[in-house]
């Protein structure tokens, strides 16, 4: 029998198998082919997520660096601003602010690697009279000291809503310093006395104790004052100086008739019906510190009252504030220094904290967008300073 190609059969079934043996290999040359090219393609990939990599470690450390120029930027164009009058110029250097201070430049930037906290050490030791005073120390790196302020408490720090934000973003810069002003929190709450030269006097064992030579210095609110009076009388251990907030003279020095009747009113309502009262801390401290403050912040400091520090401090604490006056002491300040102060901030009016600026050779002045006292963790103003205030203890 033959196939229609005339072949005889014999000769047609070894064409077929010749085929099928050629077909069949060039099959599993394909097959071999597509495994190389997916092996060379995986290579490829690699070394391209390897390059991604090395770009992306580039960005992270040179990121730093790129706020910092951002930030003198700013500064540069605030300088150029007040000279030139030109309405095509203002109208430049204004979007140039608003875009800066927006953020948006760096909403895609990778995060910056930064320190973590670790465990509190705790000290005491024994201010100029006797008195006990404690200190905690965190982190690593050149050392940050937070001055004092009323109403703290070491061993609650970490979770405070008014403090705890700042103390996170101290720690990751460097060396964290803190202690708990004579009368609150751990350190002795009957003193022999309980004055501003008491305060700086605690400053200075403090920093001594812990064998600071040389650090930056932050403070806020009545706590600039003890910061400026010392960076005065220390300016070899002080290398910068950011101030929030900051007074040189208290309210009854200022002496504004208004302002004291508004305050004399407010001391009077918190001593008046205290069962009634929302916050244990009082209206006055709610209205004049933070007029934007949660349920949180109101229901964290209720239940940690008894632990902050007697009533008596307290009220001695807002009487010592009202009579500060270290404006003598401000051009004693070596110290490179940044101001921040809230624009509509209730406790110190931001002309006070002007004031402060222009009596501090070459103090640059930052005003804030805020009410609170005491920048709080979930405001805008607070993203604005850390941004600020990182680029400036970091330069």
């Not at 070459?362 to 103003?381: M, T």
């Amino acid at each position: 029998m033959d196939f229609p190609t005339g072949l005889p059969l014999p000769v047609a079934l070894a064409v077929i198998a010749v085929l099928g043996y050629l077909v069949g290999r060039r099959s599993r040359a394909q097959a071999v082919s597509e495994a190389d090219k997916a092996r060379r393609e995986l290579r490829r990939a690699k070394l391209v997520a390897k390059e991604l990599e090395q770009v992306a470690e580039s960005v992270r450390k040179n990121l730093a660096n790129h706020q910092l120029s951002v930030a003198r930027f700013k500064d540069r164009i605030g300088e150029l601003s007040g000279r030139e009058k030109e309405a095509a110029w203002q109208h430049f250097t204004r979007v140039s602010r608003e875009f800066l201070n927006s953020g948006d430049w760096e909403a895609s930037a990778p995060a910056i690697a930064t320190r973590t906290r670790s465990e509190d050490e705790f000290q005491t030791c024994n201010g100029p009279d006797g008195a006990r005073i404690a200190y905690a120390t965190n982190g690593s790196g050149f050392p940050i000291v937070k001055a004092p302020n009323w109403m703290t408490h070491l061993k609650h720090d970490w979770t405070s809503p008014v403090y705890g934000h700042w103390y996170e973003f101290a720690v990751q810069l460097g060396k964290l310093i803190r202690m708990d002003l004579r009368g609150f929190g751990l350190s002795d709450w009957d003193t022999p006395s309980f004055t501003f030269d008491d305060m700086v006097g605690d400053m200075e064992v403090v920093l001594d104790h812990a064998q600071l030579e040389r650090f930056d210095l932050v403070a806020v609110s009545h706590g600039c004052a003890f910061a400026m009076a010392y960076a005065a009388r220390h300016p070899e251990r002080v290398r910068k100086l950011v101030l929030v907030n900051s007074f040189a003279a208290g309210w009854r020095v200022r002496a504004d008739p208004q302002e004291i009747a508004f305050r004399e009113s407010l001391l009077e309502m918190n001593r008046q019906r205290p069962s009634f009262r929302r916050s244990l801390l009082g209206e006055m401290f709610i209205t004049l510190y933070f007029p934007s403050a949660s349920d949180e912040l109101i229901a964290w400091h209720n239940e940690h009252f008894q632990t902050l520090g007697p009533v008596p401090n307290m009220e001695k604490m807002i009487q010592l504030a009202s009579m500060i006056d270290v404006r003598d002491e401000l051009p004693k300040i070596k110290a490179e220094t940044l101001i921040f102060h809230a624009d509509k901030d209730g406790n110190a009016p931001v002309h006070v904290g002007r004031q402060v600026a222009e009596a501090i050779a070459g103090a640059r002045f930052i005003e804030l967008d805020s009410a609170n006292h005491v920048l709080l963790g979930d405001e805008p103003a607070w993203r604005q300073f850390t941004r600020q205030a990182r680029a400036f203890l970091r330069g």
